[in-house]
T-cell receptor, first 116, second 117 residues
Framework: GAGVSQSPSNKVTEKGKDVELRCDPI?????LYWYRQSLGQGLEFLIY????????KSGLPSDRFSAERTGGSVSTLTIQRTQQEDSAVYLC??????????????FGSGTRLTVV | AQKITQTQPGMFVQEKEAVTLDCTYD???????LFWYKQPSSGEMIFLIY??????QNATEGRYSLNFQKARKSANLVISASQLGDSAMYFC??????????????FGTGTRLQVTL
């Protein structure tokens, strides 16, 4: 597609349930990043993929959070046993290898997760 | 330590006036990039302007310019001739490498800009 696609755009879930958030990057973009933005806050880095491997998972807040990427394309962020503090907008960004300068990073529109 | 610091949680500017949003950064990497993004209430992240650490000239993109003071480690965004549509959150971000784990963007906490009549 033309841009980074994230689904669902909105998700309301009950505390304790598992959720899966999907990111479909721009075709050919080898780098993929997940960020979390809590209400009124900046973007907090979660995890970085290069191809299918995740060399930097340093931002994942707990072992309830995991992510995978398959075929060097779609990525899924999974949150197990959701808590109310997981409520946030989850943003995905992708970048083509070797694409320098400011135009390289493209963000999706995000998934707004609400845990009730 | 904070890598990106934005000290202005909120700013007001009158329409048609210029406004400067402050950003300071901290890195020991000689090769880095600095970004400004706009986030309107709709939530999308809109890329505004980029400055590479080796760029000799300050970046400009239309009404946006970046006042890059390398020795002071500051990268302030200047918006000229403010418009009502400029009302949004503005984030400064840094990339410390083009490749690998340092290619991730680190964001500041943002400045909420309100443009008034």
């Amino acid at each position: 597609g033309a841009g980074v696609s994230q689904s669902p755009s909105n998700k309301v879930t009950e505390k304790g349930k598992d959720v899966e958030l999907r990111c479909d990057p721009i075709s050919g973009h080898t780098a993929l990043y997940w960020y979390r933005q809590s209400l009124g806050q900046g973007l907090e880095f979660l995890i970085y993929f290069q191809g299918n491997s995740a060399p930097d998972k340093s931002g994942l807040p707990s072992d309830r959070f995991s992510a995978e990427r398959t075929g060097g394309s779609v990525s899924t962020l999974t949150i197990q046993r959701t808590q109310q503090e997981d409520s946030a907008v989850y943003l995905c960004a992708s970048r083509r290898r070797g694409r320098e300068g400011g135009y390289g990073y493209t963000f999706g529109s995000g998934t707004r997760l609400t845990v009730v | 330590a904070q890598k990106i610091t934005q000290t202005q949680p909120g700013m007001f500017v009158q329409e048609k006036e210029a406004v400067t949003l402050d950003c300071t950064y901290d890195t020991s990497d000689p090769s880095y990039g600095l970004f400004w993004y706009k986030q309107p209430s709709s939530g999308e992240m809109i890329f505004l302007i980029y400055q590479g650490s080796y760029d000799q000239q300050n970046a400009t993109e239309g009404r946006y310019s970046l006042n890059f003071q390398k020795a002071r480690k500051s990268a302030n965004l200047v918006i000229s001739a403010s418009q009502l549509g400029d009302s949004a959150m503005y984030f400064c971000a840094m990339r410390e490498s083009y490749t690998g784990t340092a290619s991730k963007l680190t964001f500041g906490t943002g400045t909420r800009l309100q443009v008034t009549l």
